[in-house]
């Protein structure tokens, strides 16, 4: 069955960094794209970062272009977010999806 896991949310001031983890078991292949999306209070969840299976394409959303780096670890089964540059706006929860699951989400708040 397959199972994603978020981990390394957290408190940051404006400005910092956090670097989010999805560890996905359950399946063997690693050819399949995996998905960071986020919902704020009151708002939809929308798609963050994205990272293709085979070939490792990128695409983020406009508003986090130049701050976010999603990437995958050597085990192909660990996808990385890299957050710089955090500020309020970026507060929410951050959810993890691939395989059409979706991970219990973690949450990240931007303060001082």
């Known amino acids: 069955q397959v199972q994603l896991v978020e981990s390394g949310g957290g408190l940051v001031q404006p400005g910092g960094s956090l670097r989010l983890s999805c560890v996905v078991s359950?399946?063997?292949?690693?050819?399949?794209?995996v998905s960071w999306y986020r919902q704020a209070p009151g708002k939809e969840r929308e798609l963050v970062a994205r990272i293709t299976g085979t070939i490792g394409t990128t695409s983020y959303a406009d508003s986090v272009k130049g701050r976010f780096t999603i990437s995958r670890g050597n085990d192909k089964h660990t996808v990385y977010l890299q957050m710089n540059s955090l500020n309020a706006e970026d507060t929410a929860v951050y959810y993890c999806?691939?395989?059409?699951?979706w991970g219990q989400g973690t949450q990240v708040t931007v303060s001082s």
């Open positions: 359950g399946y063997i292949f690693s050819s399949y794209s």
């Open positions: 999806n691939a395989l059409a699951r």
